[in-house]
């Protein structure tokens, strides 16, 4: 009898073991595109370069770089440079339905246009803010300045940041950063020109702070390479660490940076001449060196990485051929799947190529907000966004 009851027993452990430990393992949640939305329209305003962030209150605080729209006037077009482009920022406090309608302002350059502000949100909840400007000049003047980066009469004036302690609604500096080692460009008083980048820097989890910046080590013909910076006094201060990628044909600028849970730093980079390829370069030794840089094996830029709850990576990148529009992929949780991971449309109706750079934050905790900038047909740039959520897979 004993023995049957024993038998029995064993019988009923290893049922209760196959829905336990020999489940067949779920699926990991999926992405589905909810509904895309509108952030700040005015037709008045050409509105570009969008970066998101979510308050431990859940607020969500969006800034851009708004300016003139030239066309309104009468003007033929607006451009990215302008005297008048200024970093201004909306808010939504319930989850992205409704936004602020009247822009606060971030930062006025007191000598040009500023360009791309893009937010930190520091463990301390502080914001850090990375930017960089054009200062217009008469063209003669502008003319003489062979080694400063120009476009037509607008001289490059180099990078700062801006910080705010109270959720954005001031801010502290500009903070200038040191020039990149090795750079031959000169900003508008002759000064080597301060670093800068567009993209994401990165809070490493032992507290330093990590920026990628673009320097241009020739200027005619321009050859432009990335670098690492790191601060160690949440961006107050900056010391040059290492090159990350670097060639004799092809330029890498606008780089978005994303630690894994290993620990490995990854920078997804834009390119020039290599078909606007996305490129990445891999730290796998705290930023003091980064492996050669490879081929992604995909187009679109720039990029921003965003961890999942299942530590899965949603990378968003802008998609800047026909059709025009927005695009991602899911990283497994080193990044190390670029080249295979299935590509998600998230648009394709934009109007032309000068669209996209999109940026990401979780607005719940199956939720995400992908914001961009945007136009359809021939309208005036606005910044939008795209709501996705995450399914588990059956």
């Known amino acids: 009898m004993r023995k049957n009851v024993f038998s029995v027993l064993i019988l009923l452990t290893l049922v209760a073991g196959t829905h336990r430990g020999f489940a067949k393992e779920e699926k990991p949640a999926r992405i589905a595109k909810v509904e895309d939305i509108v952030i700040y329209k005015d037709d008045r305003f050409h509105a570009a370069f969008p970066s998101i962030v979510r308050r431990p209150d859940g607020e969500l605080l969006v800034a851009f770089r708004r300016a003139p729209e030239r066309r309104f006037f009468g003007e033929k077009n607006t451009t990215h440079t302008d005297p008048n482009s200024y970093l201004v920022s909306v808010r939504s406090k319930d989850g992205g339905r409704t936004w602020s309608q009247e822009p606060e302002l971030i930062f006025a350059h007191p000598f040009g246009g500023s360009q791309d502000p ?23 003047v502008a003319a003489k300045l062979t080694n400063t980066l120009r476009h037509d009469a607008f001289c490059f004036l180099g990078g700062y940041m801006v910080r705010s302690k109270d959720g954005g609604h001031s801010w ?14 000169l900003d508008v008083f002759g000064k080597p020109t301060p670093s800068y980048n567009r993209g994401a820097m ?21 050859k432009s390479e990335t670098h690492l910076m790191i601060s160690s006094d949440k961006g107050t201060t900056w010391n040059y660490s290492c090159p990350v990628a670097k060639d004799n044909a092809v330029l890498f600028n606008e780089t978005s940076l994303y630690q894994t849970p290993k620990g490995d730093l990854v920078a997804f980079m834009r390119t020039a001449n290599f078909d606007d390829h996305t490129v990445i370069a891999r730290s796998i030794d705290g930023g003091k060196s980064f492996l050669p840089w490879i081929d992604a094996g995909f187009q679109g830029h720039p990029h921003y990485a965003l961890r999942l709850p299942d530590n899965r990576v949603l990378l968003v990148y802008g998609y800047r051929h026909e059709p025009f529009g927005i695009r991602a992929r899911v990283l497994d949780p080193e990044c190390a799947n670029a080249k295979t991971a299935e590509e998600i449309i998230l648009r394709t109706d934009g109007g032309g190529s000068d669209i996209g750079y999109p940026w990401a934050t979780m607005i ?21 966004g795209t709501i996705l959520s995450l399914h588990k897979s059956k």
Request: contains cysteine.
């Open 172 to 185: 502290e500096g500009p903070i200038i950063p040191p020039p990149t080692p090795g750079i031959a460009s």
């Open 364 to 384: 719940s905790k199956d939720r995400i907000l992908v914001v961009y900038y945007f136009n359809t047909g021939n309208g005036t740039r606005h910044i939008a």
């Open 118 to 140: 893009c937010m930190l949100q520091l463990r301390d909840n502080s914001i850090l803010c990375s930017s960089y400007g054009w200062a217009l000049l008469q063209a003669n």
């Open 202 to 222: 990165c809070e490493g989890r032992e507290g330093k702070l990590y920026w990628v910046v673009a320097a241009n080590t020739e200027i005619a013909p321009r």
